[in-house]
């Protein structure tokens, strides 16, 4: 997957913010995420995902970069993503 994104107001976008929220349902998996996570629903996981990206100002936790030039930076080969699961990706996404 290919994430063109503007650098500067990506997080604000409500196109990706849509994607996201999709992205996020799919994964949501209810012994995880259900029992051991609190969430009833995979709605009920986008929402807070979604409310915690709008809490980090669409940056990273740890070192405050923009999820735009995250991406811009993996769309140059400048950044490297790490493979999860067997066909997931770690990196074009915010934790």
């Given at each position: 997957m290919n994430y063109q994104i503007?650098?500067?107001q990506?997080?604000?976008n409500e196109i990706?913010?849509?994607?996201?929220c999709?992205?996020?349902k799919t994964l949501y998996s209810r012994t995880k995420h259900g029992a051991l996570g609190g969430f009833s629903s995979s709605t009920e996981l986008a929402d807070w995902w979604i409310m915690k990206f709008d809490?980090?100002?669409?940056?990273c936790a740890y070192c405050g970069t923009?999820?735009?030039?995250?991406?811009?930076?993996i769309n140059a080969g400048l950044l490297r993503t790490r493979?999860?699961?067997?066909n997931g990706k770690r990196g074009p996404c915010l934790e």
């Open positions: 503007d650098a500067d990506a997080y604000r990706y913010r849509a994607r996201e999709i992205r996020v809490e980090q100002d669409g940056c923009s999820i735009g030039l995250i991406n811009e930076l493979k999860v699961n067997s």
